[in-house]
């Protein structure tokens, strides 16, 4: 494969902030030989724009892979579309003039064959010169900036285990987004992204070890320990899916997570720096360790000097109220936990594999930030552009802030957090209409006769958005039922705190709300109905429904009976007993007669009988003698049994 770079600039007389207006819509119609387009969704959320040209049949499809509206940068690649073409990256920038006006960069790099490389790169320039001649007489209306949403309340949970952990959690019902705080710092400093940003996603703000009201472990913390802890957090909130919000230590954190589990993160979030001690040499990692520890070998503790950080990390514009918040944060940590903190820090495990990246990244910095300054992060924004199998990447500055950007410019950080979180919520909402068409689909035409056809018809959406959540039927089915085991399993991820008796009345409830929707009962009757012809229908959908919540059930039996406040001998029966007991009868009536239920019963009755018969004390048996069938020797007496 051949490799040539296309590159066009045009000079125009508009501001640069009226052009990028403009250039920063990714599905805007404004290039003149734009037919018809629209947003898809690409892999993990990423925007994709779908577009014909005017006079082809063609249609073409681009991903963004990198935004900035403090560079005025944005970034796609090609994924269909252009014949022949093996790669096709491109990059698009407005800079302000000398002479006023800007300049519009316009620049490709394109991988093809040798006889298709040269038509390709002259499309390529035809297309980028059309579009800056469009621009000089194309204008927008200045954006105005939408007011951020009402706060949502936050409380404090604390994970008791060694070491014990403290959070500030949003406990709604999706996937978590987790804040970390920088060396300095405490959970605190998140409070008002944790208002603002739980309005869109579940959100929490961790007190690393030592910090706050969490401890620090029995040895030497590792950034290992700092992961085992973001898994535990995600374990006790029943989170499945992650995204990292960190700054400074907290960025550098997140970012080892990430390198860790990739696949567990639907988004990273940087600010104040990312790559730590983890590209510095021994020498520079040794030197900062013992210049940070001078005040510390001379009997201080941080409030000593905590003032003096503070004029480090505020921006020349902080408040005073900022300053002191600061410096409260500051002076309350423990000498031990920074020792602790720095120890980690200067002793990093391994390097950072960019290329390991392959969730959507938003980094930001302040533009007064010394110690991770914007072009040292605008830096990285690139590397990982440069390195990540599919980049997508945005980079902003903060202005008028300094290190701690979150706390000093809370409104402008938590819109670009916002905005990047919203687009990962969007995509979860995407996948729940795709599931949701799916059961429906199902639950009419059965599992052979349903096709992704159909489904995408249902969903009102394309095949290819719905390949890129799920790459079969098989796995949209498995995904279907997951999901509602999911939802039955909430109770016991999350007891209630009032006992075993209430926890046990909130799964059957869920259960029954679950199973007795009639489009899972026409679900069932369809499997049941095909599982003569079809063995291996069947076997999915056992595997993928009925044997998970029997599982659910059995693990929770068994530590309640671990805990000495059940008894019996069997857990798989004894789960079975207390299902059958919920909805065994109703449910197979319901099935049968449509309309069909008990007369003179309600689904919370039926439920609050299951669980009072299963939980029911045994009185004990009295002493009785009853004959003995067996024969007996003659000389023997006879004996009664019990």
Known sequence: MSREMV????????????????????????????????????????????????????????????????????????????????????????????????????????????????????????????????????????????????????????????????????????????????????????????????????????????????????????????????????????????????????????????????????????????????????????????????????????????????????????????????????????????????????????????????????????????????AEIRAVAGRIWDNAPRPDVRFEVIGNAGHVCNVEQPEAYSRHLLAFLARQQNRLDRERRILDAALKVFAEAGYSGTSTDTVVTEAGLTKSTLYQYFPSKEALFQAMMLGKRDRMRTVFDHPSGRGMVHDLHGFAWDYADTVMRPEMLALARLIIGEVQRFPEIGQVYQASGPDLPLRIIMDYLIARRAEGRLVFDDAELAAQDFWGLILSAPRTRRSIALTSRPPGTSWPAISRTARASFCAPIPPRPRTTLPNFRRKPPDRPQQGTR
């Open 7 to 374: 590159q066009v600039h045009g000079h125009l007389t508009a501001a640069p902030d009226a052009v990028w207006q403009v250039l920063r819509d990714f599905v805007g119609a404004w290039h003149p030989w734009i037919a018809s387009i629209r947003a898809e969704t690409g892999h993990r959320g990423a925007p994709v724009r779908a577009f014909s040209v005017t006079g082809e049949d063609t249609l073409y499809r681009e991903q963004l892979t990198c935004f900035s509206d403090t560079d005025r940068v944005l970034g796609h690649t090609h994924l269909e579309g252009i014949v022949g073409c093996e790669a096709y990256d491109a990059r698009l920038t407005v800079t302000a003039a000398g002479a006023g006006g800007s300049i519009v960069g316009w620049t490709a790099t394109v991988r093809a064959g040798a006889a298709r490389l040269g038509p390709i790169c002259e499309g390529t320039k035809a297309v980028y010169e059309a579009g800056i001649a469009t621009l000089a007489t194309t204008t927008a209306s200045p954006a105005k900036a939408e007011a951020l949403p009402a706060p949502v309340p936050v409380e404090t949970l604390l994970i008791d285990d060694l070491p014990r952990l403290s959070l500030t959690p949003d406990l709604g019902d999706r996937r978590l987004c987790l804040f970390l705080h920088g060396i300095g710092g405490a959970r605190g400093n998140w409070q008002a992204q944790l208002e603002t940003a739980g309005t869109v996603m579940r959100c929490a703000a961790l007190d690393l070890r030592g910090y706050g009201d969490s401890t620090l472990g029995p040895q030497q913390s590792t950034v290992d320990d700092y992961c085992a802890d973001i898994l535990r957090v995600a374990e006790v909130l029943g989170a499945k899916r992650l995204v990292l919000v960190g700054l400074s230590y907290g960025s550098w954190i997140a970012t080892s997570f990430a390198m860790r589990h990739p696949d567990m993160l639907d988004g990273l979030v940087l600010s104040g720096g990312c790559t730590g001690m983890s590209e510095a040499g021994p020498d520079e990692s040794e030197a900062f360790r013992i210049s940070r520890e001078v005040p510390f070998n001379a009997g201080q503790v941080p409030a000593d000097f905590a003032l003096a950080v503070v004029k480090v990390l505020a921006g020349p514009a902080a408040s005073e109220a900022t300053c002191a918040a600061l410096l409260h944060s500051m002076a309350a940590i423990p000498a031990a936990t920074y020792r602790d903190a720095l120890m980690c820090f200067t002793n990093p495990l391994d390097r950072f594999d960019f290329s390991k990246l392959v969730m959507p990244v938003l980094l930001m910095t302040g533009a007064h930030d010394w110690l991770a300054p914007p």
